[in-house]
């Protein structure tokens, strides 16, 4: 048993939210009870104690939308590279750095976010993997560091044709082989989605080929409208836009993941709703590429 007290503590009991001096009391992976410090130490009083020194205590963080893969480049800079928009910065920093990961760079580039998770309270995080430099087995490298570490994890590789139709196939199998894996898994802490890289890298075969790999009960998790290039490329190409496009090739739904959706409009802010289907704001990502701001609020009031 274990209570960890002292701090002004956030629940997610309506009936109780907030304790200015609050202490939580844990056995194994179950909260027992919450309560004031004094309370749960008089009811119990053999538990090991642990001090928050007036810090927060709350549920911890899902991190909805990670890359694990480019947990190396903080403070790296790339010969050469001058990026001029989105498409420049994709092929010239992340394209880059994920075509010369080794499955070991895989496992240690997963070490150290997970590490700064749980520095920073993200006990839960959805990861989107690229190595195009080693696809075969990836996820199943981050598998063990988030055992080592305890972070529960749903993962999935980035399906794309930008490197050819042989390396899409080996990333839609990679999917494949990680989600039943993950649904054999009995541990509740990793899981699995058929991920995609975004729309104007994949051609309607690779669309229908991981269509065709994604065991039943499992959603996608895609980049959507990242870039106006993005909008363009799709407008261009099939003649719709990108929700249109994901909507007709039945990637919608309430177990699906769109990540960033910058460059919607209300139309498909509309899908969006009427499919259920998830969205993941990621400021800091948008901010760092120059992407832009999309509609977040404008979706959480739909």
């Known amino acids: 048993m274990l209570v960890i007290g002292n701090g002004r503590m956030i629940t997610r009991d309506p009936q109780n939210p907030f304790f200015e001096n609050g202490a939580v009391a844990i056995e194994g992976s179950e909260i027992r009870k919450v309560g004031t410090t ?3 130490k008089k009811e119990y009083p053999d538990a090991e104690y642990i001090d928050a020194k007036g810090g927060v205590i709350m549920p911890a963080f899902i991190n909805a939308h990670e890359h694990i893969y480019s ?3 903080r403070g790296l800079s790339i010969k050469g ?7 420049e910065i994709l092929d010239g920093m992340w394209w880059t750095i994920d075509r010369n990961l080794t499955l070991e760079d895989t496992r240690l580039s997963a070490m150290a976010t997970y590490i ?24 199943f490298k981050i598998e063990e560091a988030a055992k080592e570490t305890g972070v529960r994890s749903c993962l999935c590789y980035e ?5 050819g139709k042989d390396k899409a196939k080996e990333a839609v199998l990679e999917n494949e082989a990680f989600i039943k894996h993950a649904l054999a898994d009995d541990s509740d802490m990793i899981a699995g989605m058929m991920g995609m890289h975004a729309q104007f890298t994949i051609s309607d075969e690779t669309m229908e080929l991981a269509a065709s790999h994604k065991p039943e009960g499992v959603g996608y998790h895609i980049h959507v409208a990242e870039g106006i290039e ?5 407008l261009k190409k099939h003649g719709k836009r990108i929700v249109d496009r994901l909507m007709d090739c039945n990637i919608l739904g309430e177990k699906t993941l769109l990540g960033h959706c910058i460059y919607i409009n209300p139309h498909e802010m509309q899908l969006i709703k009427d499919t259920d289907t998830m969205v993941v704001h990621n400021p800091e990502s948008n901010m760092g590429n120059a992407c832009g701001c999309p509609p977040t609020m404008e979706l959480v009031h739909r």
């Open 71 to 73: 947990s190396f480049a």
């Open 230 to 234: 993005d909008l363009h490329d799709c």
């Open 116 to 139: 700064d998770s749980i520095k920073n309270g993200v006990t839960t995080t959805f990861d989107h993997h690229a190595s195009f430099g080693h696809i075969t087995d990836s996820l």
């Open 81 to 87: 590279y001058d990026p001029h928009g989105f498409l």
């Open 38 to 40: 004094e309370d749960m």
């Open 159 to 163: 399906v794309s044709d930008r490197d």
